[in-house]
């Protein structure tokens, strides 16, 4: 069953009402509605919109098991998340921030506990809510969607606006359009290379991958098959075709499609530390050797090609400044971080993760983590504290393949680099 929820905040209400009002009421999905509101006022929304759908609508309760064709309302002052298909609430702080993100910490439950069966779309709004929980649901497959405009333009474009601003958005469009475009996606089957033959498939594979060359100069020919078939039937099925040369044909003519597909396949899951053994290696055996002979008058340098959204290179960077607290003498450190992908690099620069994309940090190197002021992530989301901030260097890769002169690549004076 896909769950879908649907962001917004309180001065969204007329976005719901076109949604629902156009949600046949047995679609076979569930709902859950997070209005990113003041936690000091009572809220009515689950009685307004049961006066728009013929789904039972309900104010959602601690241990609610979600069921399709039921609509499911966070009470203001809450924050929901979703755990072994079950809503888990609990109470906002009294001194947690208005900019506390509800929307952003449910997409991410719903993420990790849907994958590919997640569906976050994001109405009309003030602020950031939610661009952070879109992100982890296009990373396990699910799909996206934001508020757009045919004459009915989200009367407050923040959170739309901030949420299209990422690249991870698969349908902009109105959202009275939703719910069609949502039966659609819901009721096709990912096309299936079985559906071909093995060299129909693969040549179909390649055309894509050379028209992905020209139109937005990177070569996926070398990609993983299975990887670029499954982000392509994804694209497909947003599209509804059926057909690998169909989809051929429209990525050719549609320059949007193809950055589109690009970003889709730039999309990796990585966490912080994520091979603890492999880091442990490198705290134990490469950052010594790294400081050796090293002084105030030094820089220690690392490279990081392929970094996503910093993760690994933010991981790199704890681990040499926890190094450096225990020096008497310490040099400089820089991490230089690189990636294709733009809008990873732009998640990167600014350092702020959702707090269950930090479960990989061991405990004690929670002290290069500091809660973030809120704005645009949730109240128990973190950024990298100043050191480790101001350590790694992010940029994208075509800028920085060659750094200072042509004859001086960035890795011949970082002695590490990791991949």
């Given at each position: 069953m896909r769950v879908v929820a649907v962001g917004a905040s309180a001065r969204g209400i007329e976005a719901f009402r076109l949604f629902f009002e156009s949600m046949p009421a047995d679609s076979g999905m569930g709902f859950v509605v997070v209005l990113h509101s003041s936690a000091d006022r009572k809220s009515l929304l689950?009685?307004?919109?049961?006066?728009?759908?013929?789904?039972?609508?309900?104010?959602?309760?601690?241990?609610?098991?979600?069921?399709?064709?039921?609509?499911?309302?966070?009470?203001?002052?809450?924050?929901?998340?979703?755990?072994q298909g079950r809503l888990r609430l609990r109470r906002l702080a009294a001194d947690v921030p208005r900019e506390a993100a509800p929307t952003d910490e449910f997409f991410d439950s719903l993420a990790a506990e849907l994958g590919e069966n997640a569906v976050g779309i994001v109405l009309s709004g003030t602020g950031h809510d939610g661009v952070l929980g879109l992100k982890a649901i296009k990373a396990r497959g699910g799909l996206t969607l934001a508020q757009g405009s045919d004459g009915?333009?989200?009367?407050?474009?923040?959170?739309?606006?901030?949420?299209?601003?990422?690249?991870?958005?698969?349908?902009?469009?109105?959202?009275?359009?939703?719910?069609?475009?949502?039966?659609?996606?819901?009721?096709?089957?990912?096309?299936?290379?079985?559906?071909?033959?093995?060299?129909?498939?693969?040549?179909?594979?390649?055309?894509?991958?050379?028209?992905?060359?020209?139109?937005?100069?990177?070569?996926?020919?070398?990609?993983?098959?299975?990887?670029?078939?499954?982000?392509?039937?994804?694209?497909?099925?947003?599209?509804?075709?059926?057909?690998?040369?169909?989809?051929?044909?429209?990525?050719?003519?549609?320059?949007?499609?193809?950055?589109?597909?690009?970003?889709?396949?730039?999309?990796?899951?990585?966490?912080?530390f994520r091979d603890v053994g492999a880091f442990e290696a490198v705290k134990q055996v490469v950052v010594p050797r790294l400081f050796e002979g090293k002084g105030a008058s030094n820089t220690v340098r690392v490279w990081v090609p392929g970094c996503a959204t910093g993760?690994?290179?933010?991981?790199?960077?704890?681990?040499l400044r926890e190094h450096m607290d225990g020096l008497n003498a310490v040099p400089k450190v820089q991490v230089f971080a690189i990636d294709i992908d733009e809008p990873a690099i732009a998640t990167a620069w600014a350092g702020r993760y959702l707090a269950t994309l930090l479960g990989g940090i061991p405990p004690p190197c929670w002290a290069a983590c500091r809660p973030s002021d809120g704005r645009g992530s949730s109240p128990a989301s973190r950024t990298a504290t100043s050191s480790p901030r101001r350590s790694a260097t992010f940029a994208p890769s075509r800028?920085?393949?060659?750094?200072?002169?042509?004859?001086?690549?960035?890795?011949?004076?970082?002695?590490a680099a990791t991949c």
């Open positions: 689950a009685e307004i919109i049961a006066r728009w759908t013929a789904m039972p609508v309900v104010e959602a309760a601690d241990g609610d098991r979600v069921g399709p064709n039921r609509v499911y309302v966070v009470p203001p002052g809450h924050v929901a998340t979703l755990r009915t333009a989200p009367q407050h474009s923040g959170m739309p606006d901030s949420a299209i601003a990422t690249g991870v958005v698969d349908l902009i469009v109105p959202v009275q359009d939703m719910p069609r475009l949502l039966m659609r996606v819901d009721g096709s089957l990912a096309p299936s290379a079985q559906a071909a033959s093995a060299l129909q498939t693969d040549g179909a594979r390649l055309d894509i991958c050379e028209i992905l060359r020209a139109q937005v100069s990177h070569d996926f020919s070398q990609y993983k098959d299975k990887t670029l078939l499954r982000r392509v039937g994804h694209r497909m099925q947003v599209l509804g075709l059926a057909a690998l040369a169909d989809y051929a044909a429209r990525l050719e003519k549609d320059h949007g499609e193809a950055v589109l597909l690009f970003r889709d396949l730039l999309i990796g899951v990585t966490t912080f993760e690994e290179a933010y991981s790199l960077a704890i681990l800028r920085t393949a060659w750094c200072g002169t042509r004859r001086s690549p960035a890795w011949t004076w970082c002695p």
